[in-house]
């Protein structure tokens, strides 16, 4: 069976990175090619070198908070630029 990453947790944020102290690296990065489907920014796993998407980020009504998916989960990640933290949470339907 395929060992599931939970990014769920709070994370140190600052220009763009969210790191824990599980060691999870993640990084908000702009898409240079928007269209009607791709938002603007998308996630990344920078735990590794090489790194791997982890999914587009979808605005929610909520003032610096995302929605994205992985894996068949659904989580929203909310930002506190002020604090330089952000937390992953999944979302319940």
């Known amino acids: 069976m395929t060992n599931l990453i939970n ?6 944020y600052q ?3 969210l790191t824990n102290n599980l060691g999870l690296k993640l990084q908000i990065a702009n898409r240079s090619n928007v269209t009607s489907t791709k938002t603007p920014l998308f996630l990344l796993d920078k ?3 090489k790194g791997s998407y982890i999914s587009s980020l979808y605005p929610l ?3 610096d ?3 994205f ?4 989960f659904r989580y ?5 630029e002020s ?7 999944v979302i319940i339907s």
């Open 65 to 67: 908070s995302y929605a």
């Open 76 to 80: 929203q990640l909310t930002i506190n």
């Open 83 to 89: 604090e330089g933290i952000a937390k992953v949470h």
């Open 47 to 49: 735990t590794t070198v």
């Open 61 to 63: 009504s909520v003032a």
């Open 15 to 17: 220009n763009k990175i």
């Open 69 to 72: 998916d992985y894996k068949g």
């Open 7 to 12: 990014y769920s947790g709070t994370y140190q």
